[in-house]
């Protein structure tokens, strides 16, 4: 309420009370004194500034401290966003060498792999042609064993049949160089 509205309040308070037959201030100015009306406008001065000023204080006040608080709130977020972006910047830093381990790791693994694959192949290799040699061997021997055989029947045969001892000679020679003897 401004001054000029507690003036016109208090005169029309003054106009209620005298109607009602009690005590009031007369506002016709040319019924009342000089002096009343100055008094009345002195207090009126005197506090309505006080109250004037104790309203602005108060106010006043409130604005600097809620801007004393937005400004702290500001401060507060300005030091969450850094350390969001801080931690934002780490994590992409963590990502990229995570990254880069997982792919030295697969290229680790993967030439590990080849590695092996090829040892297992030469291994492979080697237990064929073991095998291959294992069976030409027995191959051999059987042949060997059955031309034995056959030249043994052979010589008895001819033995039986009555070679003479120079016949026989030539023929167990030739039966010992047929067998890989000397």
Known sequence: MGMMGTLLFL???AIASQEEGGFGLNLDILETNVINLA???GVLVVFGRKFLANTLNERRANIEATIKEAEQRLAEATAKLAEAQKSVKES???AQ???RAAEDIAKDAREAILAKAAVDVQRMKDVAAA????EQEKAIAYVRSQVVAKALAKVEAELQSGVSDET???LIDSSIALLGGR
């Open 11 to 13: 005169a029309t308070e």
């Open 92 to 94: 992409e830093q963590e």
């Open 131 to 134: 095998d291959l040699n294992t």
């Open 168 to 170: 026989q000679q030539k």
């Open 97 to 99: 060498r995570i990254l």
């Open 39 to 41: 008094i009345l406008v």
